[in-house]
């Protein structure tokens, strides 16, 4: 597990194989838990250190008016560009806590 | 400073002990941002604070004395909130180069608090694993425990300061609770035997030498310390109810805009309009201070000099004041109250398209009615780049001072009569075609300088959403002050500087029976040496000499312009100047003349800002001159369509 090198966004498949989703298509409210960050290591250092790290668990809370997401992480609030959302890759949680 | 001949429990001191005792010991604050560190920062220094810049950027130091008891003094200095210790921030590389001891009107710290919001534990101490490198006395500071507690969560303390080797105090600071403990630790810190700092970053995300990607660097860490705070009894704290309920309206489709527009809409109108009467107020302590000094002092140069030189000189810093208090008031309540993050998340989309933050939404705007407090403002902004490309765009908003000048020319040019039915008048329309023209020069300078000189770093835009808190009144009130000190400090030397400068110009040669007309003297000159440049305008030497005091401030050509043409009271009576100008400018080049003002950077005062905030002359040098070019070329060109 590691990051992997930037891919073109346009043209994926919504669900990969094992389950991958792409967090903008995260229902509200919907427990996931972060698998990978298709994100080069600079732009993905402050995701890094505000603890959005592989293995985490994130749950988007609500949609700002733009349409961008607001996720929970560990208890803190974060508000993404839709566009770096669809770079977080996770997998859905059983549990929904 | 501590006293030479006493030392905790009678030893003897040590050579070097000797040898370091010329300063007081030096701790660093740090912590991520909204973790309550500046409102503890404040609590144990209060007024005994000083702000300065580290060299060569534009980072602001907070460095306080904190008055420990046994009458001992140490020093304190607040480093910028951040998350890590990347090479690609401004913030973090200064908090860096502090505590590893390269910064030099510093000494390395001699201990150091990490502060942290105890109800988001588990990201925020990611900063523990770090600073523990430093192998310096530390003390972690758990903060807003209340809250902690309320939303139902928990820790035992005792354990983590056994688990991480570290001493560990709760706090809740806007109050004050554990504040007193704190200073215990503070008392307690000694000078220690300062070495050579590390040839090697010691703190940086990816530490050197190993190489594994950061990602998995910062994985290792997480695991350690969910460990950590597993076997300390963490209790993860539930949602904040009250920031849940806030947020459904204020980030709400429909309610969350209209709330934004009406802050934003309050925070304008308040420095538009509710600051002139304390503005007029302080003009008129001004003048009749004024008036007073001048009836002191015998008639004569000197007294012009005080009187029209110095004291116009500093009235016109002053004046500022009100307005930059009130703007800094209300960001300072939005900023702790935690609505300016959920402000930025709204304008982000929109300022995104155009390479700018969100966060510079509320600045920019405020430039409609002065520059000034609107280029001190976009400190919010995070990004440096973001920053200088939100302030070298910030004149082109049309500010309440071009007002003046547009108001006299378009009333003297522009016909009255009806463009769009009862809706739209010519003149209204040429108003709105100047407000519009400002907009777009911003937004295209924007895109150039995003695409050009201020290419955006990489980075993804992540946006903290602290959970709302009653903001502190001390805090904001202490903050306050210091805007107001830097601000007269390092701008009003400038503004000072230029005033003094025009006085004199007006001055000289002086005839047998005093100053000399306007025509005859320096200024007059220099406005006859720029006429041939300024003459494809349509300009004049009279219109030269106004572009040239307007330097001091744009609506000062409006004053200027009735002095030469023998107006008296020149702003009260237009209608004489107006005929008066009719005959001197054509049509098309008082057009020229409206474009000119609108592009042009006539305001001495916002070069100084701008100066101070990007901490040379550098950009505002260019910005004086790309403005100019602009100012030139639209002139130009209106000059010849119409």
């Known amino acids: 597990m590691g990051l992997t090198a930037p891919k073109v966004i346009s043209g994926l498949p919504k669900e990969e194989a094992d389950g991958i989703l792409r967090l903008g298509d995260i229902p509200l409210s919907q427990m996931v838990e972060l698998v990978r960050i298709d994100l080069p290591a600079e732009r993905a250092e402050p995701l890094l250190e505000r603890g959005v790290l592989p293995g985490c668990r994130i749950c988007p809370v609500r949609s700002s008016p733009t349409g961008d997401p607001i996720i929970s992480v560990d208890g803190s609030l974060l508000a993404l560009r839709r566009e770096t959302a669809n770079c977080l890759c996770v997998r859905l949680l059983s549990d929904v806590s | 400073m501590r006293d030479l001949s006493t030392t905790p429990e009678g030893a003897t001191l040590t050579r070097s ?112 694993e770090p600073v523990l490198k430093l192998e310096i006395p530390t003390l972690l500071v758990l903060n807003m425990w209340d809250e902690l507690e309320e939303r139902g969560g928990n820790l035992n303390e005792m354990e983590l300061a056994d ?228 302030i070298f765009i910030t004149p082109f908003m049309t500010c309440s001072a071009r007002l003046p000048v547009y108001a006299l020319l378009i009333a003297a040019f522009i016909p009255e009569g009806r463009l769009l039915g009862p809706f739209l008048g010519y003149r209204a329309a040429v108003l709105l075609g100047l407000y519009g023209l400002g907009i777009i020069a911003a937004v295209v300078t924007a895109f150039l300088l995003k695409r050009t000189l201020l290419r955006a770093q990489p980075g993804s835009f992540v946006m903290d959403l602290p959970s709302y808190r009653l903001p502190s009144a001390k805090s904001i009130g202490l903050r306050l002050l210091d805007r107001s000190k830097i601000f007269l400090r390092r701008a009003g030397r400038v503004i000072l500087a230029v005033t003094i ?42 219109i030269g000499v106004g572009l040239v005091t307007s330097l001091a401030a744009r609506e000062v050509i409006v004053g200027t312009l009735g002095t030469i043409y023998g107006v008296e009271d020149a702003t009260n009576d237009s209608i004489t100047l107006q005929e008066t100008l009719r005959r001197d400018l054509t049509l098309p080049a008082a057009i020229g003349l409206l474009v000119f003002f609108a592009f042009a950077l006539q305001c001495m005062s916002t070069v100084a800002v701008m100066r101070r905030e990007t901490g040379g002359w550098k950009w505002p040098a260019l910005q004086f001159c790309y403005m100019l070019a602009l100012a030139y070329s639209g002139a130009f060109i209106a000059v010849r369509i119409f």
């Open chain 2, 17 to 128: 002990q000797v040898e370091n005792e010329v300063r007081s010991p030096l701790i660093a604050l740090i912590g991520p941002p909204n973790s309550g560190k500046t409102t503890l920062f404040n609590r144990l220094t209060g007024l005994r604070q000083k702000v300065a810049n580290y060299p060569g950027v534009t980072v602001e130091k907070y460095v306080g004395q904190v008055q420990c008891d046994r009458e001992r003094t140490v020093e304190l200095v607040d480093l910028p909130g951040v998350h890590g210790f990347s090479a690609r921030t401004l913030d973090e590389q200064v908090t860096r180069d502090v505590l590893e001891g390269h910064v030099e009107d510093l000494p390395a710290p001699d201990a150091v608090v990490l502060i942290v919001d105890s109800t988001r534990l588990e990201s925020q101490l990611m900063l523990v």
């Open chain 2, 163 to 390: 688990l991480l080797g570290v001493e560990v105090v709760k706090t809740n600071a806007r109050v004050g609770l554990g504040v007193e403990r704190v200073k215990e630790f503070l008392s307690g810190v000694e000078i220690r035997e300062r070495g050579l700092p590390p040839p090697v970053r010691v703190l940086s995300n990816v530490p050197r030498g190993v190489p594994l990607p950061m990602i998995d660097v910062f994985t290792a860490r997480r695991r350690h310390l969910d460990k950590v705070v597993d076997r300390a009894s963490f209790v993860s704290p539930g949602p904040s109810r009250s920031t849940a309920a806030l947020d459904a309206v204020f980030l709400h489709r429909i309610w969350g805009p209209l709330v934004f527009l009406a802050v934003v809409v309050v925070v304008f109108q308040s420095i538009f309009t509710w600051a002139v009467p304390l503005m007029d107020g302080v003009e008129l302590l001004i003048t009749s201070s004024g008036e007073w000094l001048a009836s002191k002092l015998a008639d004569g140069w000197f007294q012009s000099l005080l009187i029209d030189g110095v004291w116009a000189g500093v009235g016109s810093v002053v004046v500022f004041l009100p307005q930059i208090l009130i703007l800094f008031l209300f960001l300072g309540i939005l900023e702790d109250s935690g609505y300016m993050a959920r402000a930025a998340v709204i304008a982000d989309r929109v300022m995104y398209r155009v390479g700018l933050q969100g966060r510079a939404f509320l600045p920019l705007l405020s430039g409609y009615a002065c520059a000034i407090p609107a280029i001190l403002a976009a400190r919010t902004v995070e990004n440096e780049r973001d920053r200088l490309a939100t």
């Open chain 2, 501 to 542: 400068v025009l006085w004199v110009l007006t001055q000289f040669p002086r005839t047998d029976a005093g100053p000399p007309l306007i025509e005859d003297s320096a200024l007059g000159r220099i406005g006859q040496v720029i006429e041939p440049a300024i003459e494809p305008l349509g300009f004049d030497w009279r």
